[in-house]
């Protein structure tokens, strides 16, 4: 069995003088309020919106930097350069991501959306992995990475904080119903319970996904 544990991590406020369609010369995302942990030496959780909460980080042109999220726009690269200044046909919302290291390797899983002639596909999930201290794709499989990635895809920050805290909330009454599925006798969350639940109620958990 795989678990985990998620807890509050203490940050400060944050504040972002961009708004609207950002292009970032550099990765900057905004630290989410929980980390993951359990017997993994190292996981971080992050959640890419800026100020306002109806934007998400954009990229249209790749990062060209040795960052998991370069190895995704690497991989648009062609769309990508359909890119004018004055005319974006194409662009990458990052909408979050889990670092992660499973047995001496790290991971990131990034969940994000592709913007086309101004429509959004539905999310999707990419994974890296960093090898020798460079990040490429990942090509390796395994039911944790799988459990991983089902979780990111269908969830946000808000839903796993949610499953993960022992108080009810009022604003997500459907999760306080399905938290005791998901969790050990120890209180504990188990991923692969975690991953279930999350995907067998994906479409009452869908309004929170946004947040």
Not at 154 to 162: H, K, M, R
Not at 187 to 202: R, T
């Amino acid at each position: 069995m795989k678990y985990i544990a998620i807890i509050i991590l203490l940050i400060a406020q944050f504040s972002y003088s961009q708004t609207g369609q950002v292009d970032y010369s550099q990765f900057i995302g905004e630290k989410a309020k929980i980390v993951i942990s359990k017997k993994y030496p190292f996981s971080r959780l992050y959640n890419y919106k800026i100020n306002s909460q109806n934007f998400d980080s954009i990229s249209v042109k790749p990062f060209n930097t040795n960052i998991p999220e370069n190895v995704l726009t690497t991989k648009y690269a062609s769309n990508l350069a359909v890119n004018k200044k004055d005319s974006i046909m194409f662009a990458i919302n990052f909408l979050s991501k889990l670092d992660i290291d499973i047995q001496d390797k790290r991971f990131a899983f990034i969940k994000y959306k592709i913007k086309e002639n101004d429509k959004l596909t539905d999310s999707k999930v990419f994974t890296a992995i960093r090898e020798d201290k460079i990040w490429q794709e990942n090509a390796l499989e395994s039911a944790e990475i799988n459990i991983l990635k089902s979780i990111v895809e269908n969830s946000s920050v808000n839903i796993l904080y949610a499953f993960y805290n022992k108080r009810d909330s009022k604003k997500y009454p459907e999760i306080n119903k399905l938290k005791p599925l998901v969790k050990d006798a120890n209180g504990v969350l188990n991923i692969e319970k975690l991953a279930k639940v999350i995907k067998e109620n994906k479409s009452t958990l869908s309004k929170y996904l946004e947040e």
